[in-house]
């Protein structure tokens, strides 16, 4: 397919923080995306962590794999994941930030609680874009849902998933998680029933959720962070999800993301790049 057809979505990124990309992706790039997953959910890192309770199914998330699996590079690399993030968010040059593994095996009714990415992050700014990209078809049960306009602020409180916990800001430095549900009128949902080659691309500080998975369905899908033109470093005083140790020696806070484990994907006028 061609970049102009991906990149007909459902939805206004900017607008709205989230948006679906109908078979953005071609069957060799699923290919490269299903023998990642298949070698990743093999060879777990240390950082991976199961992110369901014992008796429920197996949440696997793991992260940072990109180097280790020639398949996940070569997606990464060679799709128009980067092109596509690069003009959602109005880029002139897109870089890796992160690959972010997340599978529910059948079974699993841990659902994923409402949250922002950034908070957990390393990095400060809005032009940036989380790929999460399923393999199996996901059905609207099992999708991720967004608050439409959450994106725009204000950062909410990030907890622990399973025993919500604070551990990266004090109590009370940031505001709670509003109970969505309770005030339908008030937010607007957008969720979305995804084939193998769609794809949903959101910011990283818009709120969303997901449910579990029913029966005998998988839902194995591998997230990408991609920054633009306005990330920067953010160091914290408390471990980021994921970590990056030693980072703060490298690059200084508030300056670009220049450093080999965030190569330049794509750039305006140059497309996709490769190695």
Same mark, same amino acid.
């Given at each position: 397919?061609?970049?102009?057809?991906? @990149?007909?979505?459902?939805?206004?990124?900017?607008?709205?923080?989230?948006?679906?990309?109908?078979?953005?992706?071609?069957?060799?790039?699923?290919?490269?995306?299903?023998?990642?997953?298949?070698?990743?959910?093999?060879?777990?890192?240390?950082?991976?962590?199961?992110?369901?309770?014992?008796?429920?199914?197996?949440?696997?998330?793991?992260?940072?794999?990109?180097?280790?699996?020639?398949?996940?590079?070569?997606?990464?690399?060679?799709?128009?994941?980067?092109?596509?993030? %690069?003009?959602?968010?109005?880029?002139?040059?897109?870089?890796?930030?992160?690959?972010?593994?997340?599978?529910?095996?059948?079974? =699993?009714?841990?659902?994923?609680?409402?949250?922002?990415?950034?908070?957990?992050?390393?990095?400060?700014?809005?032009?940036?874009?989380?790929?999460?990209?399923?393999?199996?078809?996901?059905?609207?049960?099992? =999708?991720?849902?967004?608050?439409? %306009?959450?994106?725009?602020?204000?950062?909410?409180m990030p907890r622990t998933f399973l025993d919500e916990q604070a551990k990266w800001f004090p109590e009370g430095s940031l505001e709670e998680m509003p109970d969505f549900a309770a005030?339908?009128?008030r937010w607007r949902v957008l969720a979305w029933e995804l084939e193998p080659g769609d794809a949903v691309?959101?910011?990283?500080?818009?709120?969303?959720?997901? %449910?579990?998975?029913?029966?005998?369905?998988?839902?194995?899908?591998?997230? @990408?962070?991609?920054?633009?033109?306005?990330?920067?470093?953010?160091?914290?005083?408390?471990?980021?999800?994921?970590?990056?140790?030693?980072?703060?020696?490298?690059?200084?806070? %508030?300056?670009?993301?220049?450093?080999?484990?965030?190569?330049?994907?794509?750039?305006?006028?140059?497309?996709?790049?490769?190695?």
């Amino acid at each position: 397919m061609s970049r102009a057809d991906a @990149l007909q979505t459902e939805g206004d990124y900017l607008l709205d923080g989230a948006v679906c990309v109908r078979q953005a992706f071609s069957t060799d790039h699923l290919d490269l995306v299903r023998e990642a997953i298949e070698a990743n959910l093999a060879d777990l890192s240390p950082r991976a962590k199961r992110a369901s309770a014992d008796s429920d199914g197996a949440f696997i998330e793991d992260f940072c794999n990109w180097t280790r699996f020639g398949t996940m590079e070569r997606f990464i690399r060679e799709s128009p994941a980067a092109e596509i993030a %690069g003009h959602l968010t109005g880029s002139n040059t897109i870089r890796f930030y992160h690959d972010h593994l997340l599978v529910k095996e059948p079974g =699993t009714r841990q659902q994923t609680p409402w949250h922002q990415d950034q908070p957990y992050y390393n990095v400060d700014g809005v032009q940036n874009a989380s790929l999460w990209l399923p393999i199996d078809p996901v059905d609207r049960s099992a =999708t991720l849902q967004f608050i439409a %306009g959450s994106h725009l602020g204000p950062w909410y409180m990030p907890r622990t998933f399973l025993d919500e916990q604070a551990k990266w800001f004090p109590e009370g430095s940031l505001e709670e998680m509003p109970d969505f549900a309770a005030d339908p009128q008030r937010w607007r949902v957008l969720a979305w029933e995804l084939e193998p080659g769609d794809a949903v691309f959101f910011n990283m500080l818009t709120a969303h959720s997901s %449910g579990g998975v029913e029966g005998p369905n998988r839902r194995r899908v591998l997230s @990408l962070r991609f920054l633009g033109d306005d990330m920067v470093h953010a160091p914290r005083r408390w471990t980021t999800s994921p970590p990056f140790d030693g980072l703060e020696n490298d690059i200084a806070a %508030g300056a670009p993301m220049d450093h080999p484990l965030f190569p330049v994907l794509w750039a305006a006028g140059g497309g996709t790049l490769g190695p």
